[in-house]
């Protein structure tokens, strides 16, 4: 048995996650009983679903699911997560199973307009269990969606306040980071304005256990099929971004906000403010200003990045625009 919940529609398991994608958005997590657009609404009752892949050859029976949730944030530590419910089920060879969970999840108000960060991890001992403290980045068990959809925002500030949490056991330094896009590349699809294929590509170059590299090609056939049907969208560059997003505070960090330092850096993100030197399990909450161009008319896809040490720990996703 080979259980996973993917992170993208490319997924087929390999961990970790190439450093720099969106691994936040899985496609095998959704609610029902939210607004048109998708996201949950404080204080409704809130069903939450999850698809569950077995890719072994072996059914995994029974298999454990739990359904858990966070505030709105980057970087979510292990010991975050509230448990919602779990639920169970029999995942055969070579297919998948949709779990709802039993218990109803009644989302808090928020002070914002960010949705809480849900996530669930399947776990089928003895043969496949999942870590305890399993990870979305390193786990293919866990996944997590945080997303938010802004509908009807052209031209409107969005205040975008979310909690960073140090991930990393004693990280030199915290950062953060977006990368911007416009247009609608389809439904889940989000993460392919990331362009994942030049990511993959540099790490099949590498040599790898058997395993690894049959994984590593078979997302990378997904994401050549994925990358053909995708609608048209542009990646916005470093000085458009900075027009649209600012960082304008980190709590306790008054001199965080400013020209971003030269280091740590990703290829395709642009850092926002100064580098920071965080304390062991720290927590703070870091506010942004997107201000979406008046004159759009295609959504606005915006991924949010935490860095601890020029790694990425956590992220949002934030889609505004009229056709969000």
Known sequence: MWLVIRYDLADGGARPVPNGEVYWAS??????GGDAWGNAIAGKPTKIHARIWNLGNFPA??????????????????????????????????STAVVECPEDWIPSPTTGIL??????????????????SSSPRTHRHTAQRNVTIVPEAVGQPIEIDLDAAVTRQSPRELSFAASLATGDPGPDRLFLTMDPLRRL???????????EQRLLSYRSENLKRLLRQAAPYEVLDTNRVRELLRLDSVEGESWAVGEPDPSPKVEGLTLLGRTLSPAPDSRRRVH?????PATGKEPLIVHL????????TGGYTVIAGPKA
């Open 305 to 312: 990045f935490q860095l601890e040490d020029g790694l990425v």
């Open 288 to 292: 942004f200003t997107l201000l979406p």
């Open 201 to 211: 590509s540099e790490s099949l170059e590498l040599e790898r256990p058997p395993r």
């Open 115 to 132: 949705r809480a960060c849900l996530l669930v991890t399947c776990s089928s001992p003895p043969m496949d269990p999942a870590p305890a």
């Open 61 to 94: 029976t029974p298999t454990r699911v739990d359904f858990a949730f966070a505030d709105p944030s980057l970087g979510i530590p292990w010991t975050a997560p509230q448990r919602i419910g779990t639920g169970w089920a029999n995942v055969g060879a070579r």
């Open 27 to 32: 496609p095998d997590i959704w609610i029902s």
